[in-house]
Nanobody
Framework: QVQLVESGGGLVQAGGSLRLSCVAS????????MGWFRQAPGKEREFVAG????????LYGDSVKGRFTISRDNAKNTVYLQMNSLKPEDTAVYYC??????????????????WGQGTQVTVSS
């Protein structure tokens, strides 16, 4: 069992930056592929970024490539999402997720076993 708690969301102007954090409970954090997803009102939950156990492999959704960076610190049981050059269309609730079955991240929601409660990110124009 893994519990995930996100933080770092808020209100920011377009062009600004935010850094999201997700802290995981449990001693096996380093064995999980971690991902970030987001969901805007009226839209489906969308893959944002994922990272492998070691942090050596990352994957990004097309809409955030070059602007967002995912990283992890296994000693702190924490995964981060650095978001730069934010746009109003990045406004959503951002969720952290853990996948205990794979070696590398993928974009499918169904492959992630555990989810956090989410943190709101609002980008004003």
């Amino acid at each position: 069992q893994v519990q995930l708690v996100e933080s770092g969301g808020g209100l920011v102007q377009a062009g600004g930056s935010l850094r999201l954090s997700c802290v995981a409970s449990g001693r096996t954090f380093s064995r999980y592929v971690m991902g970030w997803f987001r969901q805007a009102p009226g839209k489906e939950r969308e893959f944002v970024a994922g990272i492998s156990w070691s942090g050596g492999s990352t994957l990004y959704g097309d809409s955030v490539k070059g602007r967002f960076t995912i990283s992890r610190d296994n000693a702190k049981n924490t995964v981060y999402l650095q978001m730069n050059s934010l746009k109003p269309e990045d406004t959503a609730v951002y969720y952290c997720a853990a996948d205990g079955s794979r070696w590398y991240p993928d974009q499918k929601k169904k492959d992630y076993d555990y989810w956090g409660q989410g943190t709101q990110v609002t980008v004003s124009s």
